[in-house]
């Protein structure tokens, strides 16, 4: 090895060497030097990481001019353990952000190392031959999560000591070393999700000792060597998604203590394994997405071991009514897209632990079995694309945790049962493509959670009910089409603001479309072709660039589209037209009595509003413009709020802010809305301050609460808001009950709502806008505990060609350092602030002593597991911090919540300049697993995460215990899911 120079070398450690003097041959004196050399080693590989691993191995050193024995030793450093003798016999340092590479580590100087556990980091680089030639006592090797290259070094097959092998996650590639099978000692070998070719090496049919074998998601090939049946103890074999074909070996039938058993995503064919079961403790079978044919064996029909099974995307064949039996642990099954046929059986209803049933694209006949109704944990409903006949069983109104339903494409006849409209969790409902009939049951619009519904050719008749308008989640799609409805389209479906695909063609629907889906600003795609349409389009993108084929066949749509004439002159919408037509058809001597009550009443109508216009106007100009939107009046507005909230009585208050207070009003008109009253202090600079609300105005996003108007003048300056009813996060965490009720999914949901609100401010908005005053009561929930950022008073334009500097504003414990000093407003504020509300939001209150206690470091920490994230100097973790009126999440939300809390750390760094943008936070947060639940997703997307919903139950299961912890769970097991 190449030695550092001197001025490479910690100064501490330079001292060292040059103050020693030569030890004695003596037991002693060898011992003292062993330690030295392994502090040299140390401590020269510490230097040539990266600055920002620095901090967390602060202890890695020697104090200056001390050169005792104990001052020398490593044993008391952060992840360094020792044997009785003072060496290094144990290296773990893990999850805490590592980057470098191994070339520096002298390996040499560490004979008796036996433990090398380094995974979870940024470490690259190719793997050191050296690490295997002077490493003989190594037990553990595990440096999978990283982002090493090369090959795997064909020295590994020497160490002979090694019992657990991880190079899983990183960029090897290569062929896997054959001399691999000289380990005998071998428990565990993970080279996983990397770039490995060639075929499986016969050789690790020798590892005798092997209990887990993860050779997935490379880029294998060829066949599954028959030696692998020689591992009879193995307990989890993992190959799926490569690239092996063939048959599958008799002698896999050998592998009885299978527990977890995953071939999906490659091209085997031939017949499934008879006897993988006969242990009896097989639990997760997964084979889809291959070529195999024939019946499903008796040995996996008997498996009552069974918690999960997917043989989807096969050549199966059998009668499927007899194939498979009851199954008291099955969790999930899917076995779609294959040739079964036959009825469903009524034995799917004893499965009582089911959340997941999938037999889609099938040949499946006859009816759906009412005992389908008794499965009630069941999430995931799939037999579309087969020949069932007959009605919906009106029981699967009873499945209280069903969210997706999927029974389009069918010959299903009869009505929509009301009971599904009670379903409280339903999210995704597809009866596409049958013969329905009957009305659209209005019962629908209870299913406040619905993000996707397609009733499209099939035979509805009547309109379409009002209640749909009450879907406030639909997101993804609402298709109406190929049916036979009439009458007109209900103005509440311009409430589904988050709608993106609407179809209403090929129907008898008259009349204009409403002008309320002016609103409808996520719309991108629309279809209202074939009807019996007039009037003008909505003034809306997505009906201005939609294509000439969506307005064809109507009777007489105009507006602003290429494909349309112009509406010259405008005309009247529906209720205008039946008020005309009205007054044509009463007798002439009411028209006429009638007549000159209106126009009497307009004349004194006109005069009054003439005299208050004259008012307000000297009033304009004596206390600066007046601001409206949308034409609101200012007097006549402000005189309704006072009104509606009795002159501002404080029963009507719901929260109180550093630039006013907002009370509830129920305007005269019935809407209820959220009004803030400013104090006067805030409009001393009225021009900027009106051109920042005029920016404001235009923003539409689904997580920023909706600014209805503003009214600025002398005493009545006021914003009008959505009312959103669940109010702020700050109110709902100081409630025992009402945290209780915001779960983790909930939670991660908010702070995802508000990182998206951030991005689209700082990122999507010219110029962009620095809210400043991000806290926790700002930050509203909706009925379906949505989040939206409210409470703009402090806001900022950000100039580009500015300092943007600024007064202090925002909330005590919110705000950014440097604004303390530098008064300089940036984006990196609000990122400063976001992160203590996100700490706030999964600790349950405001981390204040948290934050005091965090260094720099614990922005960089990482983990793969919720026990093991360190948070400040005390060695709290993160799961000793997590609300505690909460249960302990699972295995799956863990993972989640460790991306959450490093994302906040991140955010809450001390230097603005290291923080991530918003950007970043969001898109960080929108990989996460579960994103439909608050991320804009293509059809496509939505169908496969739905049907990846029910299996975070499982994972708990299925992770590598005890002090060893090679691999966290979190692997995606078949791609068909993804």
């Not at 092996?244 to 394994?273: A, K, Q, R, Y």
């Not at 008879?274 to 024939?294: K, P, Q, V, Y």
């Not at 007798?587 to 003439?610: E, Q």
């Not at 209805?708 to 109110?731: M, N, P, T, W």
Request: charged share 15%; net charge neutral; with cysteine.
């Amino acid at each position: 090895m190449t030695m550092l120079p001197q001025a490479f070398l910690p100064l501490s450690l330079i001292i060292f060497f040059s103050c020693s003097h030569v030890a004695p041959a003596s037991a002693s004196a060898s011992s003292t030097a062993q330690k030295r050399t392994e502090v040299e080693a140390l401590l020269n590989w510490k230097a040539t990481l990266q600055n920002q691993t620095q901090s967390y191995l602060s202890a890695w050193t020697l104090s200056v001019g001390n050169t005792s024995s104990s001052a020398s030793s490593p044993c008391s450093w952060t992840g360094i353990r020792c044997n009785h003798e003072g060496s290094v016999i144990r290296i773990n340092l893990t999850s805490i952000g590592l980057r470098g590479t191994l070339d520096y580590l002298n390996f040499t100087r560490l004979p008796n190392l036996s433990t090398l556990d380094l995974h979870d980091n940024s470490l690259f680089g190719e793997i050191p031959s050296r690490i295997i030639s002077n490493l003989s006592q190594l037990t553990v090797l595990n440096l999978g999560f990283n982002q090493f290259t090369g090959n795997i070094p064909p020295e590994v097959g020497s160490l002979m000591n090694l019992k657990v092998l991880s190079f899983s996650n990183n960029l090897l590639s290569g062929s896997i070393p054959p001399n691999i099978g000289n380990l005998t000692n071998l428990s565990f070998l993970y080279l996983a999700n990397n770039h490995l070719s060639g075929s499986i090496p016969p050789e690790l049919g020798m590892l005798k000792s092997l209990t887990e074998l993860r050779l997935n998601l490379n880029n294998l090939t060829g066949s599954i060597p028959a030696s692998l049946g020689d591992l009879v103890g193995l307990k989890v074999l993992s190959l799926y998604g490569n690239q092996l074909s063939g048959p599958l070996p008799s002698e896999i039938n050998n592998l009885t203590n299978l527990t977890l058993f995953f071939l999906s995503n490659n091209s085997i064919s031939g017949f499934l394994p008879e006897n993988i079961c006969h242990g009896g403790i097989l639990e997760d079978f997964c084979a889809s997405n291959n070529r195999f044919t024939g019946l499903v064996p008796k040995g996996l029909k008997n498996c009552t071991s069974l918690t999960r099974l997917r043989l989807d995307r096969n050549n199966l064949v059998g009668n499927i009514s007899e194939d498979f039996g009851v199954y008291p642990n099955l969790d999930y099954i899917d076995l779609s897209y294959n040739n079964f046929h036959g009825e469903i059986s009524p034995n799917w209803g004893k499965c009582q632990l089911l959340t997941s049933l999938k037999i889609s694209n099938n040949q499946i006949t006859g009816e759906m079995p009412p005992e389908l109704g008794e499965t009630s944990r069941l999430h995931v409903l799939d037999l579309s694309s087969n020949n069932l006949v007959g009605r919906i069983p009106y029981e699967l109104g009873n499945l209280k945790s069903l969210f997706n339903l999927t029974l389009s494409n069918n010959n299903l006849s009869g009505t929509i049962p009301p009971e599904i409209g009670y379903l409280p969790d339903l999210a995704y409902l597809d009866l596409a493509a049958n013969n329905l009939s009957g009305p659209i049951p209005r019962q629908l619009g209870d299913c406040s959670k619905m993000l996707f519904l397609n009733l499209s050719r099939n035979n509805f008749f009547q309109g379409i009910p009002i209640e749909i308008g009450n879907l406030f989640s639909l997101q993804v799609l609402l298709d109406l089409s190929r049916n036979s409805l009439t009458e007109e389209i209900p103005w509440q479906l311009g409430q589904l603001v988050k709608l993106e695909i609407l179809d209403l063609s090929h129907n008898q629907l008259n009349g204009s479309i409403p002008s309320s889906f002016n609103e409808m600003q996520s719309l991108r795609l629309v279809d209202f072709s074939y009807n019996r349409l007039e009037g003008p389009i909505p003034d809306n993108k997505a009906f201005e660039e939609a294509q000439n084929e969506a307005f064809r066949n109507n009777r007489g749509l105009c507006g602003n589209h290429t494909g349309l004439t112009s509406c010259h002159p405008p005309l009247k919408d529906a209720k205008q037209s039946k008020v005309a037509v009205l007054i044509i058809i009463v007798p002439i001597p009411v028209a006429v009595f009638f007549l000159t009550v209106i126009v009497g009443m307009l004349f004194v109508l006109k005069k009054g509003r003439k005299k208050e216009s004259n008012e307000l106007r000297d009033d304009s100009s004596r206390h600066g413009n007046l601001f409206a939107i949308w034409r609101y009046d200012g007097n006549l507005v402000f005189e309704d709020i006072k009104e509606a909230t009795e002159s501002f009585d404080a029963k009507y208050c719901i929260g109180e802010g550093a630039t006013g207070t907002v009370y509830k009003a129920e305007l005269s008109s019935g809407q209820v809305v959220a009004v803030k009253k400013l104090q006067c202090s805030q409009m001393e600079d009225r021009k900027s301050y009106e051109s920042e609300i005029r920016a404001l105005t235009k923003i539409r996003h689904r997580n920023i609460v909706k600014l209805h108007g503003f009214c600025s003048q002398a005493q009545r300056s006021f914003l009008i808001y959505e009312y959103l009813e669940r109010g702020s996060i700050a109110k709902i965490l100081s409630s025992v009950g009402q945290s209780k009720e915001l779960d983790w999914m909930k939670r991660i949901n908010i702070v995802k709502g508000v990182a998206n609100a951030l991005d689209y401010m700082h990122h999507n908005c010219s110029p962009p806008i620095i809210h400043r005053d991000i806290s926790s009561n700002n930050i509203l929930l909706d009925a379906n505990h949505e989040a939206h950022v409210s409470d703009f008073g402090t806001a900022r334009l950000v100039k580009l060609d500015s300092s943007n500097w600024t007064g202090l504003a925002g909330t005590y414990g919110y705000i950014a350092p440097e604004l303390a000093y530098t008064m300089k407003a940036t984006e990196k504020c609000d990122v400063y602030s976001f992160g203590v509300v996100t700490l706030e939001i999964i600790v349950g209150h405001h981390p204040g002593e948290l934050l005091c206690s965090l260094s720099t470091s614990s922005s960089s920490s990482s983990s793969s597991s919720l026990s093991s994230l360190p948070l400040n100097g005390h060695g709290m973790l993160l799961k000793d911090i997590l609300d505690k009126r909460l249960e302990t999440p699972d295995p799956h939300l863990a993972d989640v919540l460790v991306t959450v809390a490093k994302l906040a750390f991140s955010c809450i760094n001390a230097k603005p300049e290291f923080r991530p943008t918003m950007q970043h936070v969001s898109q960080q947060l929108s990989s996460t697993r579960r994103q439909f639940l608050s991320e804009p997703f293509d059809i496509v997307t939505l169908r496969q995460l739905l049907n990846l919903e029910v299996r975070q139950q499982q994972v708990a299961k299925r992770t590598a215990n005890g002090e060893l912890r090679c691999q966290q769970w979190t692997e995606k097991e078949e791609n068909g899911d993804n």
